[in-house]
């Protein structure tokens, strides 16, 4: 049972409509959102992407993929900041708490 859980939450690690349902934004917010879940989707198809390659290929493309990564998570934090600047002190602490849970920690550092 463990392993299929695992299995659930590193295909479905940044689900972005949860965030969106947990942050519960006001009308005022709402417009920020779009960039940051478009940042999102492609973290995650980024994600699915680097999952489905064969173990040679990854190990063959790591530094590439840290960079990707790294800007990635630069351009998540860069669409998340006008975002984080309109929420109010309940939505940003679930927004860190969601953050890492689903192993987005680098972009709540890269946002300080």
Known sequence: MTASVDSAQSTAAIDSARIKRALRLT?????YWAPVEVALR???RRQAQSENEGLVRRIGHRVVSIALNS??????AAAARPL???L???????AHGLAQEMG???VVAALR
């Open 88 to 94: 109010d002190a309940q939505q940003i602490q679930t």
């Open 42 to 44: 492609e973290l995650n």
């Open 27 to 31: 009308p005022a917010q709402e417009p």
């Open 104 to 106: 987005l920690g680098p």
């Open 71 to 76: 800007a990635a998570i630069q351009r998540l």
């Open 84 to 86: 984080i600047g309109v």
